[in-house]
Nanobody
Framework: QVQLVESGGGLVQAGGSLRLSCAAS????????????VGWFRQAPGKEREFVAG????????QYIDSVQGRFTISRENAKNTVYLQMNSLKPEDTAVYYC???????????????????WGQGTQVTVSS
């Protein structure tokens, strides 16, 4: 079993920055955190959940949606069982609940936006004021 806990959300003015963290707790049969690809997703009120960014098991592969490319950076520290999402130049349209998700994957070249993520956190609210 893998439990994911997001943190770092909050209220920020447009143009500001936040760093989200996704901390994983793994059961004895869940393997190492380094065997999981991790994605960040978000859901704004009245909208469907969308993929934002993903990182492969080794960190060697990353993927972003166009609207955050160049502003957001995903990274991981496997020794700390943690994935980060650094969000800069935030815009009001980035306002949403942000979720991290994980799935076992040893493929650095996987399409991270379409992996069958099967572990999800509870989410953290990000609000960007104009």
């Amino acid at each position: 079993q893998v439990q994911l806990v997001e943190s770092g959300g909050g209220l920020v003015q447009a143009g500001g920055s936040l760093r989200l963290s996704c901390a994983a707790s793994l059961g004895t049969s869940s393997g190492l955190f380094g065997s999981y690809a991790v994605g960040w997703f978000r859901q704004a009120p009245g909208k469907e959940r969308e993929f934002v960014a993903g990182i492969s098991w080794s960190g060697g592969g990353t993927q972003y949606i166009d609207s955050v490319q160049g502003r957001f950076t995903i990274s991981r520290e496997n020794a700390k069982n943690t994935v980060y999402l650094q969000m800069n130049s935030l815009k009001p349209e980035d306002t949403a609940v942000y979720y991290c998700a994980a799935v076992t994957s040893y493929n650095d070249y996987a399409d991270l936006d379409t992996l069958p993520y099967n572990y999800w956190g509870q989410g953290t609210q990000v609000t960007v004021s104009s």
